[in-house]
């Protein structure tokens, strides 16, 4: 029953993203607009501008929400978030990067740099945080993301600044934001990743409640920890480079959804990752209908999301203790 109001939930804020905007249109002239392109401007509005912005939502938002649980049960913090590990930086980095030595790029080059970004940093990420005796564990991996993930933002940042041409390029990502131009082929250039992200998670939904018990209770039960933390590493790789390839670096989305579909599901990891799955892009076609309304220039999506997920982090921290920080 959940996850169908969730569905519901779901078609509606879709629908709602296609008729609200900061544009004058009516709610019948939108809807004439997806069947009749008549190439009126409202015609031009709802199919280039509106259709691919909520596409991206959709695809994005579910990327993200799914990371976020999948990271979360793997790495046993509830404050983990898909930025934590580094490999949105990674992702970002690599556009910077790419952009800085090749200027503007097409839709397939720079999902590509930021694939590329993203595993050679989640793979950084994991080497060093699996040296030692205890391996993997999740604190180790947790406070080597952070400081990869602090590295490269400054690295990416510092890039920009001493180039305006990459500046430029780059800037319309750096805030995070659904309202892109060419957003139908940033779509389809993500989405071949996004999906197989979303079936590698799926596909690990039966190991995630044994690995809340612990690495040597999972082993006891026959799960092959390893095997199961290199794929999750893999899937949230390519959720979360896909995903800051298509809309730009995006916090908080994957920190908040996990938590609120707990309280609808309970703690059962095979209802939490098909759940934030639906959840996370109501969220954030939720937020990013609030941007589009909220002030006379738009909101970037992203910053819309760091203005819920702020205090909400506070709350959980203040929550949790220091112990589970």
């Known amino acids: 029953m959940a996850l169908l109001t969730l569905g519901g939930i779901l078609a509606g804020v879709s629908l709602l993203s296609l008729f609200v905007g900061s544009g004058d249109i009516s709610v019948a002239e939108a809807w004439r607009a997806l069947w009749s392109n008549d190439h009126s401007t409202t015609a031009e509005i709802v199919r280039t501008a509106r259709v691919p912005r909520t596409l991206l939502g959709l695809s994005a938002g579910a990327a993200l929400g799914v990371a976020g649980a999948l990271m979360q049960a793997l790495t046993r913090n509830p404050l983990a978030d898909p930025g934590l590990l580094g490999v949105n930086a990674g992702a970002y980095l690599a556009m910077v990067v790419g952009f800085w030595l090749w200027g503007a790029m097409s839709t397939a080059n720079y999902v590509l740099f930021a694939m590329i970004g993203a595993f050679i940093t989640s793979g950084l990420v994991y080497f060093v945080g699996s040296r030692g005796r205890a391996g993997a564990s999740p604190g180790k991996l947790v406070l080597t993301g952070v400081a990869v993930s602090c590295v490269f933002t400054g690295l990416a940042f510092g890039l920009t600044m001493i180039d305006p041409k990459a500046f430029d390029a780059i800037r319309g990502w750096q805030m995070g934001s659904l309202q892109k131009s060419g957003g139908e082929a940033i ?15 799926l596909g690990l939904m039966l190991y995630l409640n044994a690995i809340a018990l612990g690495d040597d209770r999972a082993r006891s039960l026959g799960v092959p920890v390893t095997t199961v933390r290199t794929v999750g590493f893999v899937a949230m790789t390519l959720l979360c480079g896909a995903a800051t390839a298509a809309i730009g670096p995006v916090s ?44 006379s220039s738009e909101l970037p999506v992203g910053m819309m999301t760091a203005f819920i997920g702020a205090p909400v982090l506070i709350w959980l921290a203040r929550g949790q203790g220091v112990n589970e920080l």
């Open 252 to 295: 908080f989305l994957g920190l908040i959804v996990p938590h609120a579909v707990r309280s609808i599901v309970g703690p059962d990891q095979r209802w939490i990752v098909p759940a934030c799955l639906l959840c996370a892009p109501i969220l954030f076609l939720g937020a990013d209908i609030i941007g589009r309304v909220a002030t």
């Open 187 to 201: 779509f389809f250039g993500a989405l071949p990743y996004i999906v197989v992200g979303l079936v590698l998670a």
